[in-house]
């Protein structure tokens, strides 16, 4: 089937020119055949002929020309007197499927008109009602059949167009879901790779500092560190396994991530109000917020004597601030370029928060506004 079509009009639109020549010869014949019946033989000659010849193939333009092929066919029709009803038929039917119907009303008005005046000019009063009758039920007929047809043809083409939007439409989401998910894992990749080789960093540093002055402290940071490497492959084949089978990823505990930002030199407080949230979503997200949060207090603070991690569970919204006491400093080009300060607030945006981030007095803090969630949202 050819654009929604069955297989009769499918195959009629792969064979225009066959369709196309069918209807002439069809025209011309009838045409011919009506000469001979009305008028007899004595009257057929070659003027008729010719006229005939003429109104059929003027037939080939009938659907770019519908106007011009009804005018030929009426001028016809009266030159022959009444003869080529057939092609009159057709023209009036190409009218109404390939224009409006308030063209097809104009051009029944007019022909009939016109050969209702030629019909009372030859046979008088008398034949206008045979006329009529004839006429008006051919003319209504092809009307009727050309006006469904176009109906049909322009119902056919909507719910194509509908279906091309759809198409489109559903290629664009995919789109847009797809970028979705380059964004969520970029946003992981940053929170598995940059937190924890910043933490790993410092761990090593602080190992060798104290190497020789504190063995057992230096042996403590180094095990740490391994352990941290070993999480963050974990983290990573968990990423992969997510990305495989479109299993959820699971929050990561707040205890463990602040025990190891103490054991990378900061000293940081968390502190708890009112039940946890049950959201699985949420917990990630406030995880990620935790971490990105302390991983810019291990970089930038200078000399922190406390990072205080509050997070207020007991109202709606949840309220969250991670503020630190060490004199901010300007991010460093080369370490910091606020991707994750941008990741941040896109998370929190997901569940209708905010994310305000600035200098105080005597240090830097991050507040974070999360309303309570019933249900998860893919991130």
């Known amino acids: 089937m050819e654009n929604g079509a069955g297989p009769v009009r499918a195959f009629w639109a792969r064979h225009p020119r066959l369709g196309t020549s069918i209807v002439v010869a069809f025209c011309f014949v009838t045409g011919l055949g009506s000469d001979v ?23 080939i333009w009938r659907r770019s020309w519908p106007w011009f092929v009804l005018a030929v066919t009426v001028a016809g029709d009266a030159v022959t007197e009444g003869a080529l009803v057939a092609a009159f038929a057709v023209a009036m039917y190409s009218l109404a499927a390939h224009r409006s119907l308030n063209e097809a009303t104009a051009g029944t008005l007019g ?5 209702g005046a030629e019909t009372v000019h030859r046979s008088g009063r008398d034949g206008l009602g045979t006329f009529l009758f004839f006429y008006g039920v051919t003319v209504v007929g092809a009307v009727l059949i050309g006006s469904t047809v176009a109906t049909r043809r322009r119902h056919v083409q909507a719910l194509l167009d509908r279906a091309a939007q759809l198409a489109r439409e559903k290629e664009q989401e995919g789109l847009l879901a797809a970028a979705r998910e380059r964004a969520r894992i970029a946003r992981d990749l940053h929170d598995i790779v940059a937190h924890n080789l910043t933490i790993m960093v410092r761990l090593a540093d602080g190992a060798t500092a104290v190497a020789d002055a504190d063995p057992q402290r230096s042996r403590k940071a180094v095990e740490r ?44 407080t968390l502190r708890r109000r009112g039940p946890d ?23 930038y603070a200078e000399h922190p004597t406390e990072v205080l991690v509050d997070l207020d569970y007991s109202g709606d919204p949840i309220r969250m601030a991670i503020v630190d006491d060490g004199r901010a400093s300007a991010p460093v080009p080369s370490v910091g370029s606020e991707q994750g300060l941008i990741a941040l607030r896109e998370r929190a945006a997901l569940y209708g928060g905010t994310v305000e981030a600035g200098p105080e007095p005597v240090g830097w803090a991050v507040r974070v506004s999360l309303p309570h969630q019933t249900e998860d949202i893919d991130d």
Do not use: Y
Not at 277 to 299: D, H, K, Y
């Open 111 to 115: 022909s009939l008109a016109v050969l």
């Open 277 to 299: 949230p049950t959201s699985p979503g949420l917990q990630r997200v406030m995880f990620r917020i935790v971490q990105e949060a302390l991983t810019n207090a291990l970089r």
């Open 37 to 59: 019946l009305l008028w007899g033989p004595d009257r057929f000659d070659g003027w008729r002929l010719a006229v005939d010849a003429v109104v059929a193939l003027s037939l």
């Open 225 to 268: 560190a391994a352990d941290l490497g070993r999480e963050a492959m974990k983290d990573m084949r968990r990423l992969l396994g997510v990305l495989h089978d479109g299993s959820p990823d699971v929050p990561g505990d707040l205890e463990t991530l602040v025990e190891t930002f103490r054991i990378a030199g900061l000293p940081v």
